[in-house]
């Protein structure tokens, strides 16, 4: 049986908030002055929920993933995935973008943090970037191990760069 999202957990359940959603990220982007990575861009949306973020890229030709634990009903026009966070079943480094929001909310999702970034380092293209839509957050030492911070100087930076492998 195919369970419906709560609002709590299903943080872009309209085209509206989807759309302000990516807009944030790609001004965010260019802000730091990495446009090169919006050019034919390869998105995941890991926690996507519903999946109107994936689908609201998707309208706009950029080809963008949604993987969510959660069994949900079919939403025409989204990539819809049903994994665990921490077992991707992707290729390793498919992704230009993965942009995560509500997966880090330890009181939604308590999972093993580290072991859920070393999985999204393995499925980010090199210098790919790792979009954080979440008001909890791994720990800044965690995220520097595998990314370099692209917007310093905020409270909760959101955008973090893969390093290359040494």
């Given at each position: ?5 709560n ?9 509206e ?5 990516w ?10 002055g ?6 034919n ?56 973008i993965?942009?995560e ?14 072991s859920?970034?070393?999985?999204i ?46």
């Amino acid at each position: 049986m195919r369970e419906k999202l709560n609002n709590v957990e299903n943080l872009t359940e309209n085209s509206e908030v989807a759309q302000n959603i990516w807009r944030y990220v790609v001004n965010s982007i260019k802000r730091v002055g990495r446009e090169d990575i919006l050019e034919n861009p390869i998105v995941l949306d890991l926690g996507g929920g519903m999946g109107e973020f994936s689908k609201n890229l998707n309208k706009q030709g950029i080809n963008c993933v949604s993987l969510d634990i959660q069994d949900l009903e079919p939403n025409p026009g989204v990539n819809q995935v049903i994994a665990r966070a921490q077992k991707m079943p992707f290729a390793s480094e498919s992704f230009n973008i993965v942009h995560e929001r509500g997966v880090f909310d330890k009181k939604l999702y308590p999972n093993d943090v580290l072991s859920l970034l070393l999985e999204i380092v393995r499925v980010l293209k090199p210098k790919g970037i790792l979009s954080i839509y979440d008001a909890d957050h791994p720990e800044k030492e965690d995220l520097e191990k595998h990314f370099n911070i692209l917007n310093p100087g905020k409270e909760y930076p959101t955008l973090w760069e893969k390093k290359l492998e040494e």
